[in-house]
């Protein structure tokens, strides 16, 4: 069974895509989707998709830049990019920076399908990754100090929108879903929680000065408006507007 | 003629400059040499007549030393003691003889000696002598008893000859001697007066020997002259093609180096030469003089043959040819300058140019020579206009391809493939979701979105369909976004069947959704206004997103790049359509709105 995920700013192109993939025949599995990449970034290590849906255009940063960097961190996803017919020129690129394929919009559920199935013959293919053992790495030995390190590290560098667990295990040296387990074990919150809870804070903060919410967004390194608004709401209860409004007042 | 002219058109230069010079060269040549020859001519027949005169005076000099030669002689025997005793002898009757006949021819052999010439001598006396008794002149004479006139002479002679005495003593010959008075006269034709029994044909000398005391005629004394003597005055001057004659008033030629037959055709021919006192004629091609020689009555004549080429010096004719060879020389010269520096880079030039047909952009002229003259000149102009041109073609090529890519985009930007394509997966995915109503909904905007949006290609449209338009789109739109936001409209009334350019509105709207209010994540407001104002129409399109820095308006208006082309294309349309009279501004606030106003002229 392997995970497929989906990044498009568009809810209806992301369902829609949802509807066309045949699931069960394909042997595949809907782990998440993404309203843009700065959300991607922040839920890919939560959803640890095999394969991702990566639309061209998109606001605050373009699919070509996300697949950039999650290629650059997760080396063996698929990604297959949705493009336009007119953004062809970008397509071609991707393929350059190691993308699996390209679908040209509007979707054709045959090309999906045909796609799909290409791909998990390929990862089929693949020898099987050895899990990481890790009483090995307990040998290496995370301390809690590292783990401190690391929330201190978080602390001062949550406005790095690139920000993640894998951004995080890479700058540490640890391995990544080691690094996830053992962060667990020590703070009791998942990286990402953490993560969110650090900008959150510092969001309410803001709030309490009559910033405007998309300049918080991109103050906490959220640079998307509509997912910060989304996490906002998730951490507090109430939009920011509502928030704003009480501290004024 | 004019096919002529047609053709010498038709010629190239190249060729034209060798047919003119070719004509100028013989047309010179020819010129050259008749000027030439008849500056000669003239030339010739001057010298020729100085010559012939000069031949004449100098032949007229000899003649007259000759005469004078003779006439020295006459008077050393008029004064000779022998023959005047001689004479006088007669005078008293021939009774004493005091002189022999001897002795005068010996002292007149002595004064010939003196002088050159082969002269005879006569001396001549007229004596009454007693009739019937001849008296020889060596003789002495008897007492005469009845006279008789009768004539003695001496002479010293050449070959016999016998002088007539009726005809010496005539009216003819000693009555013109006679009124001399002493003086000489020169008699052309003897043959009367002697009995010649040789060949040698003479003229006489004569004159009247008179007494030195008494001044009376004593006798005569007659000196012939052989024609020989006369020949070798103008034999010296004489030749083939010059004829020399002496010849008396009658036209009779005494003697002369030619035929005699010639000369008197000649003296017919032309008989004013005996007329006159000096002649001179050039006929054809003989130079003709005539003198008469005041003593005599003889003329000379002399007739030379100009020959043109015999006279020219071969130097002379060296010289000419080598100024002719000279001209064409030069004439050549000057074509292949012509040539070198003019026709040929003309006609390289040309060839160039017809090139550029070939090629279908103008060939650079290659040429080596640095040159700054008018072809030097022409040749840079060519080159500086063939880059030009290169240039402008280079930059029409660029232009079609950017106006091309214009047009390609601004289709792209019509057709909107984008928006349609997600419209559709979005519709697609209403559909999957079974929700009937909405679908429907979704298709029908989607449909009146596009008539109106195409609207039969014309180029305006009412206010109200514009409206429309954008009610629809933003309803497509809605219906994808995540984000939530409200549309208002604020028409003035009555405005509503305007005509305006068409879809100046949707790519603003469109602008303010994606930049102003996706951005900002919070529920926002985009709001229509139009009015009237001061006889302008206003389109304001408000949105609340992010609002735009000052740079951001001047790069949108006036930038270059990608992202602001959609936008300025539209205000470019909207300033072509209304002919430059109208304006469009932005007005915002960072992080509260923005404002697009459109300024349009406004006609009921």
């Keep these: ?249 | 003629m004019k096919n002529k002219a047609r053709w010498f058109n038709n010629l190239s230069i190249k060729n034209k400059v060798q047919r003119i010079f070719a004509v100028s060269m013989i047309v010179m040549i020819l010129l050259c040499t008749l000027f030439f020859v008849s500056i000669t001519r003239i030339k010739l027949a001057r010298t020729f007549a100085d010559r012939n005169a000069d031949k004449v005076n100098a032949v007229q000099k000899s003649y007259s030393a000759v005469i004078s030669n003779v006439n020295n002689i006459s008077r050393l025997i008029m004064v000779n003691d022998s023959v005047l005793t001689y004479l006088r002898d007669d005078k008293q009757k021939a009774v004493v003889k005091k002189v022999s006949d001897d002795a005068v021819r010996a002292e007149l052999h002595r004064i010939l000696n003196s002088f050159s010439g082969r002269y005879t001598v006569f001396i001549l006396k007229q004596c009454e002598v007693p009739e019937n008794n001849p008296i020889r002149t060596d003789s002495e004479p008897e007492a005469p008893t009845k006279y008789e006139t009768r004539t003695y002479y001496v002479n010293t002679a050449i070959g016999i000859m016998k002088p007539l005495p009726d005809e010496i003593f005539s009216q003819r010959w000693y009555g013109r001697a006679e009124i001399k008075n002493g003086g000489a006269i020169v008699i052309p034709d003897n043959r009367n007066a002697f009995d010649n029994n040789t060949d040698i044909s003479t003229i006489s000398f004569t004159r009247v020997i008179n007494d030195i005391d008494t001044q009376k005629p004593l006798g005569l004394l007659v000196i012939n002259i052989p024609i020989s003597e006369l020949a070798e005055t103008y034999e010296n001057f004489a030749s083939d093609d010059c004829f020399l004659a002496y010849c008396d008033s009658e036209g009779t030629v005494i003697s002369s180096n030619a035929d005699n037959s010639v000369i008197e055709q000649l003296l017919d021919q032309y008989r004013s030469i005996t007329d006159r006192d000096s002649f001179h004629t050039i006929k054809g091609d003989r130079a003709i003089d005539g003198k008469r020689l005041t003593d005599t009555g003889f003329y000379i004549v002399c007739s030379s043959k100009i020959s043109f080429f015999d006279d020219i010096s071969r130097e002379l004719i060296v010289e000419i040819i080598g100024m002719l060879l000279l001209i064409v020389i030069m004439l050549s010269f000057i074509s292949k300058f012509i040539n070198k520096y003019i026709t040929s880079p003309v006609t390289k030039l040309s060839e160039t140019m017809l090139l550029a047909e070939e090629n279908g952009s103008p060939v650079p002229f290659q040429d080596h020579s640095e040159r700054n003259d008018e072809i030097g000149t022409l040749q840079q102009c060519y080159n500086d206009m063939a880059s030009r041109i290169d240039t402008l073609l280079e930059e029409i090529k660029i232009e079609e391809e950017q106006r091309r890519h214009a047009e390609r985009v601004a289709v792209q930007e019509q057709m909107k493939p984008h928006f349609l394509y997600n419209t559709l997966d979005t519709i697609g995915c209403m559909a999957l979701q079974n929700t009937r109503e909405e679908v429907y909904d979704a298709v029908e905007a989607l449909g009146v979105f596009y008539r109106k949006f195409l609207s039969k290609g014309s180029e305006a449209i009412p206010i109200k369909d514009e409206i429309t338009i954008i009610q629809k789109y933003i309803k497509l739109l809605k219906l994808r976004n995540d984000t939530e936001f409200d549309d208002e409209y604020d028409i003035e009334e009555g405005l509503e069947n305007m005509m305006i350019a068409k879809l100046i509105l949707q790519p603003f709207v469109e602008n303010s959704i994606q930049h102003g209010i996706i951005p900002k994540g919070e529920p926002g407001i985009i709001r229509i206004s139009i009015y009237s104002e001061n006889n302008r129409m206003h389109i304001k399109v408000y949105d609340s997103g992010i609002g735009m820095e000052q740079e951001q308006i001047d790069a949108l208006l006036n930038g270059n790049d990608e992202k602001s082309f959609g936008f300025k294309s539209t205000v470019n349309r909207i300033k072509s359509f209304y002919k430059g009279n109208a304006f469009v501004t932005i007005n915002s606030n960072v992080g509260e709105f923005c404002e697009i106003d459109i300024n349009i002229p406004y006609h009921r």
């Excluded at chain 1, 959300?39 to 849906?53: G, L, Q, R, S």
């Excluded at chain 1, 063996?76 to 393929?95: G, Q």
């Design chain 1, 1 to 249: 069974m392997y995970r497929v995920m989906i990044v498009d700013d568009e809810k209806s192109n992301r369902s829609l895509l949802k509807m066309t993939i045949e699931w069960e025949r394909l042997g595949l599995e809907f782990c998440g989707e993404a309203q843009g990449s700065i959300e991607a970034i922040n839920t890919v290590d939560v959803f640890k998709p095999h394969i991702m849906f990566v639309d061209i255009k998109m606001p605050y940063m373009d699919g070509v830049e996300l697949s950039e960097k999650i290629i650059k961190e997760h080396p063996d996803m698929k990604i297959i990019v949705l493009t336009a017919m007119f953004e062809f020129e970008y397509a071609r690129r991707c393929v350059g920076i190691g993308v699996s394929d390209y679908l040209t919009k509007p979707i054709v559920k045959e090309d999906v399908n045909k796609t799909l199935e290409r791909i998990v013959k390929e990862l089929d293919e693949r020898q099987p990754e050895p899990e990481p053992e890790d009483d090995t790495l307990d040998k290496l030995t995370a301390s809690s100090s590292s783990m401190n390190r690391i929330c201190e590290y978080i602390k001062k560098n949550y406005n790095n929108s690139e920000l993640n667990l894998t951004y995080a295990a890479n700058t540490f040296n640890f391995n990544p879903s080691y690094l996830s387990r053992r962060f667990k074990e020590e703070t009791g919150m998942s990286f990402i929680d953490f993560l969110t809870k650090c900008r959150m804070e510092r969001a309410l903060e803001l709030a309490g000065k009559q910033v405007q919410m998309y300049l918080t967004a991109k103050e906490v390194g959220i640079p998307d408006p509509n997912y910060f608004s989304k996490c906002f709401k998730k951490y507090t209860g109430k939009s920011y507007t509502e928030v704003t409004k009480e501290l004024h007042g």
